[in-house]
């Protein structure tokens, strides 16, 4: 069994994405002896900015955090770190890891509320809701014809944890679910699949595309100028997934000159504040056929429930000296403390 008298649990997040007293009680309510007793210790910040990491707060054995804690690598008795966000790209691209630490995620872990959201997207944008919306707060009663999801295609780039859920969700709307993925198998309620690489003909065929797949070299920029022209034109776009993954300007150009029937965008360009921003002079401010909200689309009541479960679970596991679950694969680290009992 793990020993640390006290064990110092680190709780960071950004403001915008919850409350760490959140996690604490979930950590309180599963070890509230051990708690009282002070034999676990546990430390919330709002920021993880290296100004808001105290140095007394050096001695941290385990973090939990929805954004980098820049002073990670002081941490010389650290012996894991859970990250909070469905991606954990940031941590990746961030490359200050220390070799021996394993960093866990909860993959999919998004996926029911980010589900949720891309099929109330849908609607709002085949049933015309915001502009119902729109004449209802200018006292005006005009019919609005809408489309039906019934029988149309949705393309889901990524048929990851996320991507399965979105899947899982159309089918009963009776669509034609297809989709992208590194390797060609059956998939539970995808009605196609295609190759990572053949990601073109997914945009070709959808009706309502939607992005749902990890940042990386071949994903950056996907959505440009070829590729919107690719789709249909009574087409729209939905992008839960990192703003990166399409150029803005050609996605402004796609709206304003009809390439493209409409989008719905959720993630953006700039990265401070956290999780992403977009400012009130965007040009995107400007379109009129498309839905921005501001990265919630993962963020419900039951957020905080989900992660800091997995988090909780992971440190009972850690203190029993077992291995932790979902370590994420590259970050496996070198943790000396797992012994059998």
Same mark, same amino acid.
């Given at each position: 069994?793990?020993?640390?008298?006290?064990?110092?649990?680190?709780?960071?997040?950004?403001?915008?994405?919850?409350?760490?007293?959140?996690?604490?009680?979930?950590?309180?309510?599963?070890?509230?002896?051990?708690?009282?007793?002070?034999?676990?210790?546990?430390?919330? %910040?709002?920021?993880?900015? !290296? &100004?808001?990491?105290?140095?007394?707060?050096?001695?941290?054995?385990?973090?939990?955090?929805?954004?980098?804690?820049?002073?990670?690598? &002081?941490?010389?008795?650290?012996?894991? %770190?859970?990250? @909070?966000?469905?991606?954990?790209?940031?941590?990746?691209?961030?490359?200050?890891?220390?070799? =021996?630490?394993?960093?866990?995620?909860?993959?999919?872990?998004?996926?029911?509320?980010?589900? &949720? @959201?891309?099929?109330?997207?849908?609607?709002?944008?085949? #049933?015309?809701?915001?502009?119902?919306?729109?004449?209802?707060?200018?006292?005006?009663?005009?019919?609005?014809?809408?489309?039906?999801?019934?029988?149309?295609?949705?393309?889901?780039?990524?048929?990851?944890?996320?991507?399965?859920?979105?899947?899982?969700?159309?089918?009963?709307?009776?669509?034609?679910?297809?989709?992208?993925?590194?390797?060609?198998?059956?998939?539970? =309620?995808?009605?196609?699949?295609?190759?990572?690489?053949?990601?073109?003909?997914? %945009?070709?065929?959808?009706?309502?595309?939607?992005?749902?797949?990890?940042?990386?070299?071949?994903?950056?920029?996907?959505?440009?100028?070829?590729?919107? #022209?690719?789709?249909?034109?009574?087409?729209?776009?939905?992008?839960?997934?990192?703003?990166?993954?399409?150029?803005?300007?050609?996605?402004?150009?796609?709206?304003?000159?009809?390439?493209?029937?409409?989008?719905?965008?959720?993630? =953006?360009?700039?990265?401070?504040?956290?999780?992403?921003?977009?400012?009130?002079?965007?040009?995107?401010?400007?379109? &009129?056929?498309?839905?921005?909200?501001? =990265?919630?689309?993962?963020?419900?009541?039951?957020? !905080?429930?989900?992660?800091?479960?997995?988090?909780?679970?992971? %440190?009972?596991?850690?203190?029993?000296?077992?291995?932790?679950?979902?370590?994420?694969?590259?970050?496996?680290?070198?943790?000396?403390?797992?012994?059998?009992?």
């Amino acid at each position: 069994m793990a020993s640390f008298n006290p064990l110092n649990i680190l709780v960071a997040l950004q403001p915008g994405l919850g409350s760490p007293v959140e996690y604490e009680e979930l950590i309180k309510e599963r070890y509230p002896e051990k708690v009282a007793k002070g034999e676990i210790r546990i430390r919330l %910040i709002q920021k993880g900015s !290296a &100004e808001s990491i105290p140095d007394e707060y050096l001695d941290t054995h385990i973090v939990g955090s929805g954004v980098i804690v820049e002073r990670v690598p &002081e941490m010389k008795d650290l012996q894991w %770190i859970m990250s @909070f966000s469905a991606g954990i790209d940031h941590w990746q691209k961030w490359g200050k890891v220390p070799a =021996h630490v394993p960093l866990t995620y909860l993959p999919g872990g998004s996926g029911i509320p980010i589900s &949720e @959201f891309v099929i109330g997207l849908m609607l709002n944008l085949a #049933k015309k809701f915001n502009q119902l919306w729109d004449q209802q707060k200018e006292n005006k009663f005009i019919r609005v014809r809408g489309e039906e999801l019934y029988g149309k295609t949705i393309g889901i780039i990524g048929l990851g944890g996320i991507g399965r859920q979105i899947a899982r969700r159309a089918k009963p709307f009776d669509m034609r679910v297809i989709g992208t993925d590194i390797q060609i198998m059956d998939i539970p =309620h995808v009605d196609e699949i295609f190759l990572s690489d053949q990601a073109d003909e997914v %945009i070709r065929q959808s009706d309502f595309l939607v992005l749902s797949c990890p940042e990386t070299d071949q994903t950056r920029e996907m959505m440009n100028e070829r590729t919107f #022209k690719l789709m249909k034109n009574s087409a729209y776009l939905i992008n839960c997934a990192r703003g990166s993954l399409i150029v803005k300007e050609d996605l402004v150009k796609a709206l304003k000159e009809g390439w493209i029937a409409g989008a719905a965008n959720d993630t =953006h360009w700039i990265k401070d504040p956290l999780p992403s921003y977009l400012p009130p002079e965007d040009e995107l401010w400007e379109c &009129e056929n498309i839905i921005i909200s501001p =990265h919630i689309s993962s963020w419900t009541d039951q957020y !905080a429930p989900r992660f800091g479960g997995a988090f909780v679970d992971n %440190i009972e596991r850690f203190l029993n000296g077992q291995p932790l679950l979902n370590v994420v694969p590259g970050f496996e680290g070198n943790p000396q403390w797992i012994k059998n009992t």
